[in-house]
């Protein structure tokens, strides 16, 4: 829904609770997955609501072996930083994460829409379904 997104608390709540990944795009070509109003390139007050794929490449990545209490039944996981597709660099988690088996920096990941705090992705990409 164009315009939901123009607080922070709404921006949030796309990713948590309408499970939708929102970014903010600029006419200067610049987007970023991180909330605000105002265009850190041009800065111009003129970012607006653009649905984001959810897909993207890990950029950095920490594997979490003692999690909190939210993250009991997925350690070890992975902390990521991820590039999106259309710009912008979000951080996320991904569960499962043995040791030696990944994932890696440059690994392509998708977004899951999930209960789950925080932004959850997996690795691959929603295209390697066919869907
Ligand atoms: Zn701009």
Redesign the pocket.
Known sequence: MPGESTTIDGFRKGYEEEHRLIGRR???G?VTATWGLV?P??G?R?LAEVELSGRGRIAAITVQTVPGDEFVNDAPYAYVLVDLAEGGRISGWIAGTAPGEGPAIGDLVQFVPSYRPGVQFRRGDDRDAGR
């Open positions: 600029s006419a200067c610049f265009c390139r041009c111009k003129d």
